[in-house]
């Protein structure tokens, strides 16, 4: 199963299971993914855990396997989902995987975890929501490190910015989410749910704000033949070669 569901003592454990492709997500995968976080919670969670099976947690899209469903639904479904999200970090979490651990409520990482936003490097540009996102996590410093150079961050880093809450050596980060969990877990649910709300409404002020512009050109990049060349690049493990068209 691509993406694996289990529940213990009002903790819902969903894990990536494509370790052999660093959790790169497919079609299936989202659809799967966005199903765990549109059901209704069960009457006993109280939180759920966010993983990646094997060394690395996301390695964002799987490009060479076709991008036919969107990803934006799932990383709002991740942000909405009514009790608290917290994602496990170890390895990669690269363009989509850095934005799906960003859309959980908390981020525990492994400290050499790296987070990365690569699509300037393949020709590509964020959308609205997802430039939306990296502002409120990591302010426009941060954004710009992340979004225009696309070089992989380490936790460490993103940590020292405010972007995650915790990070920990390889041997204490189960002892660390544990923690954590189990101390969400102890709250009242009904709190849980009414101060997410909250927090998630207060945060809306840009979702206002009119930005055709800005998503027109964003689409034109994605169609350009610097994008077509940066994806075929990526594939190839080759340095593009973008000629500004």
Known sequence: MLVE??????????????PEKRNAMTDEMLELLLLAFTR????????TVLRGAGPSFCAGRDISMGMKVNIEPVFHAVETYPLPVVSVVQGFAIAGGCEIALHCDFVI????????????????????????????????VGAREILMLGDPLPAKKLHQLGMISRIA?????????????????????LSL????????KEMT????????????LVAAT???????????????????????R
């Open 193 to 200: 749910r009414a101060i997410k709300a909250l927090l998630l």
């Open 40 to 47: 209704e919670p069960a009457d006993d969670e109280r939180v």
């Open 222 to 244: 994605a169609a350009s033949e610097d994008a077509i060349e940066g994806r075929q690049a990526r594939l190839q493990k080759r340095d593009a070669k973008f000629q500004g």
């Open 205 to 216: 002020f840009r979702d206002g704000i009119e930005h055709a512009a800005v998503d027109a």
């Open 109 to 140: 990482a492994e400290e050499h975890a790296k987070f990365g936003m690569s699509l300037a490097q393949i020709g590509m540009a964020p959308t609205w929501f997802l430039a939306k996102k990296l502002l409120e996590v990591a302010g426009p």
């Open 5 to 18: 569901e289990s529940s213990q003592n009002g903790i819902r454990t969903v894990t990536m299971n494509r």
């Open 169 to 189: 050596d390889q041997q204490e980060l189960e002892n660390t989410c544990d923690e954590l969990v189990s101390r969400l877990a102890k709250n009242a649910p």
